[in-house]
């Protein structure tokens, strides 16, 4: 689940430019070699009316502020029906988002290693049962002898989804990332499906192996310069012509983008990732699936066999979670999605971590290009639907009117709102909220997401194919929604207050006196030393929290990176990661380091300007434990969940703005805890993300200093 937070949609809709129909000399070509030159369309040609309606849906997302920035591009018979952008390039300077921009295309790198790996097959310079140890030294160990390029290919390799556990700087070339994957060895069982981008750099660490050359001009010698796209890049170099096209990239979900690169940033990559990093325009990339839907040729030339064309499409492994196209299968091939109707080819493409997508259709000889820079945008799951309607299917009336229901349905949204507990897990409860004809939902610990409406009353998209549907209340609110988990449908409830619960006043008070934080000002600077660690991750380092009653410096040495947050005796956040300058934290980023003050995480949340409830009482072992709910202005809100006898705090959920990557979910457990003074703190606290990616992670401290001279 990703983040979706609402946001006013008028900034969005200022920058949105107009519709760029192709119509004679108004639709205006880049240049004379543009292989996509626009195709003028008859006012009556149906196709017009379905492209409107297309051009008004990304519009509206723009708006919605599903993403900062869009740039479409619908190109049929290789002709350009429809190019446009909406919204913002960089929004803290106002600067729309201009066409032909030039996108970080993350995941979408991965076809072009695989075109790579295919011309090689092509060429016998491999084949799929070359194993990677053949090839690369690192990987000729136990458990790794057996990987094959058909298995990294596949992304059944076993790999992890990702190894990278430094900065990027600190690698020299794409066998060091490999080199790194093969020290971290199989995660999972060979032969099972599971996305790895750590497969996908294997496969680029092998190309260059065999070909003897850098992965970067490799990619640049066999794949960019023959199908002509001079506006793609391996690398952003920090000073080149075409830097200034390429827009702010961003992350946390709408209502709470935040710059996460910027045009005066060094780049994200310093080195060619063939996970994810190539740049590219919309009309660049189409080049490189027109390749593909060419038979592999350009311009007369043959670059892939069709051999090499059934191996990459061919379905190998169904994925986990359908998209938005109905009745259509979605698979993974080789470095490829591809899309079946029943057992007949349908389509394939594959999209970007950072909100980039694109889909070719060979039979219609169609393909729909939409880029944005928004990490963890869902636009293209909801354009699917649309596209399926309106492009393929060609039911233009139907979609208007399931439009307009849609639209009626947005305006009666409120009776939606409200907190309903989970049928099965006591200690959790979802919260749905409405604004600006916006319908949200957010479970602490777990994910907070737009819930996107169907021509049906109640029912909503919560991401692909997953439905919720709420019960009917008559002239009231909904009184629970219905949501499917595997085979099973949950009934989830709308809450009623217990009137049997104690006050939130006497619970917080009950807190602080079982933590006695109001002893905290007694013990003058405290210092915790201990150790942290990411099992996941493979990484382990050393954590230091120093603190008075208003002031905390938190440092976190992982030894190849190293982290600092520091709380100023105003309030202010400030936080420093290795080999940048101090930055000062704003919104959520500065909701979440204030939680890490001792005075903050156990039992001053009224004081700190936060609202409290308690919701529930708990079995808990031999006791009970009480549920709280506190919610801050500006951030996201949190469960806790404490101990009823004792009063200390055991559980928490809540969402936490990790940069680069977005809102996540984490789950904190706080156990080990120990006399400081008259205080009582927990010296154990595990947090365990919802992102498979950072996994879980566990800080114990082991030493304490008391009366520290700061």
């Known amino acids: 689940m990703r983040p979706h937070p609402l946001l006013r949609p008028a900034l969005a809709l200022l920058a949105a430019c107009p519709l760029a129909l192709a119509q004679g000399e108004a639709f205006p070509r880049k240049d004379a070699a543009d292989p996509f030159p626009p195709l003028a369309l008859a006012a009556d040609d149906p196709t017009r009316a379905a492209l409107e309606l297309l051009s008004a849906q990304v519009k509206q997302m723009v708006a919605d502020d599903a993403c900062v920035g869009a740039e479409l591009h619908v190109i049929r018979g290789r002709r350009t029906l429809l190019h446009e952008v909406h919204g913002w390039a960089h929004r803290e300077e106002e600067r729309p988002l201009e066409l032909d921009s030039i996108f970080c295309v993350r995941s979408m790198t991965k076809p072009l290693v695989g075109t790579l790996v295919q011309m090689l097959?092509?060429?016998?310079?491999?084949?799929?049962?070359?194993?990677?140890?053949?090839?690369?030294?690192?990987?000729d160990a136990q458990r790794l002898r057996d990987v094959t390029l058909e298995q990294l290919l596949t992304h059944t390799s076993g790999l992890p989804f990702s190894t990278i556990a430094r900065p990027l700087a600190s690698y020299g070339s794409i066998a060091d990332v490999a080199g790194e994957a093969a020290a971290r060895g199989l995660e999972h069982a060979p032969g099972s499906f599971h996305y790895s981008d750590a497969g996908a750099d294997t496969l680029g660490a092998i190309a260059a192996a065999v070909d003897g050359a850098g992965i970067a001009e490799l990619v640049q010698q066999r794949i960019l310069e023959p199908l002509g796209m001079t506006e793609s890049l391996a690398l952003l170099p920090r000073d080149g012509p075409l830097r200034a096209r390429v827009p702010s990239a961003y992350s946390g979900g709408p209502g709470a983008w935040k710059r996460h690169w910027g045009p005066n940033d060094e780049p994200i990559f310093p080195l060619f990732l063939t996970s994810q990093g190539l740049y590219a325009t919309t009309s660049d990339y189409a080049r490189f699936l027109a390749l593909w839907m060419d038979g592999g040729r350009v311009g007369g030339r043959r670059l892939l066999s069709a051999a090499a064309l059934e191996r990459g499409l061919a379905p190998r492994n169904p994925l986990p979670q359908p998209g938005g196209f109905r009745g259509i299968e979605t698979h993974y091939g080789q470095q490829w999605i591809v899309y079946r109707e029943g057992e007949r080819p349908w389509a394939f493409g594959h999209n970007g971590s950072d909100g980039t997508y694109a889909w070719a259709w060979p039979e219609?000889?169609?393909?729909?290009?939409?880029?944005?820079?928004?990490?963890?945008?869902?636009?293209?799951?909801?354009?699917?639907?649309?596209?399926?309607?309106?492009?393929?299917?060609?039911?233009?009336?139907?979609?208007?009117?399931?439009?307009?229901?849609?639209?009626?349905?947005?305006?009666?949204?409120?009776?939606?709102?409200?907190?309903?507990?989970?049928?099965?897990?006591r200690r959790a409860y979802y919260v749905v909220s409405s604004a600006?004809?916006?319908?949200?939902?957010?479970?602490?610990?777990?994910?907070?997401?737009?819930?996107?409406?169907?021509?049906?009353?109640?029912?909503?998209?919560?991401?692909?194919?997953?439905?919720?549907?709420?019960?009917?209340?008559?002239?009231?609110?909904?009184?629970?929604?219905?949501?499917?988990?595997?085979?099973?449908?949950?009934?989830?409830v709308r809450h009623v207050p217990d009137p049997g619960l104690p006050a939130a006043e006497e619970v917080l008070e009950h807190v602080r006196a079982a933590h006695g934080t109001e002893h905290?000002?007694?013990?003058?600077?405290?210092?915790?030393?201990?150790?942290?660690?990411?099992?996941?991750?493979?990484?382990?380092?050393?954590?230091e929290l120093l603190f008075d009653a208003q002031r905390y410096r938190l440092v976190v040495d992982l030894g190849v990176t190293r982290e600092s947050v520091w709380m100023t005796a105003d309030g202010r956040i400030v936080t420093q990661s290795t080999g940048a300058d101090p930055v000062e934290a704003e919104g959520s980023a500065r909701a979440d380091a204030l939680a890490t003050h001792p005075l903050q995480r156990l039992g001053g949340w009224d004081r700190a300007g936060h609202s409290v409830e308690v919701l529930r009482r708990i079995a808990a072992g031999d006791g009970h434990a009480l549920l709280l709910r506190v919610t801050a202005p500006g951030a996201p809100g949190a469960s806790k969940l404490i101990e009823e006898e004792t009063g200390l705090l055991r559980f928490e959920d809540r969402l936490e703005h990790v940069p680069g990557v977005g809102l996540l979910g984490v789950e904190i457990t706080y156990g080990d805890f120990r006399e400081v003074g008259a205080a009582r703190l927990p010296f154990a606290i595990r947090s365990k993300y919802a992102f498979a990616l950072l996994g879980e992670i566990h800080v114990q401290y082991e030493e304490v200093e008391l009366g520290v001279e700061v």
């Open 121 to 139: 097959l092509d060429e016998g310079e491999l084949s799929l049962g070359t194993r990677a140890a053949e090839i690369l030294p690192a990987f």
């Open 364 to 425: 219609r000889d169609l393909m729909v290009l939409l880029f944005t820079q928004s990490r963890g945008s869902t636009c293209g799951l909801a354009l699917e639907t649309a596209l399926q309607e309106l492009l393929i299917d060609g039911d233009v009336a139907g979609f208007r009117e399931r439009a307009r229901r849609s639209e009626a349905a947005r305006a009666d949204l409120g009776r939606f709102d409200g907190l309903y507990l989970d049928e099965t897990n």
């Open 436 to 492: 600006d004809g916006l319908l949200t939902i957010e479970r602490p610990g777990k994910f907070h997401a737009r819930l996107t409406p169907t021509a049906e009353d109640g029912r909503f998209v919560l991401e692909g194919s997953t439905t919720l549907t709420f019960e009917d209340g008559g002239d009231g609110p909904s009184p629970a929604f219905l949501l499917p988990q595997g085979a099973r449908t949950e009934r989830e």
């Open 520 to 543: 905290l000002a007694e013990l003058g600077a405290v210092r915790l030393t201990g150790t942290i660690t990411l099992p996941q991750r493979k990484l382990s380092g050393t954590v």
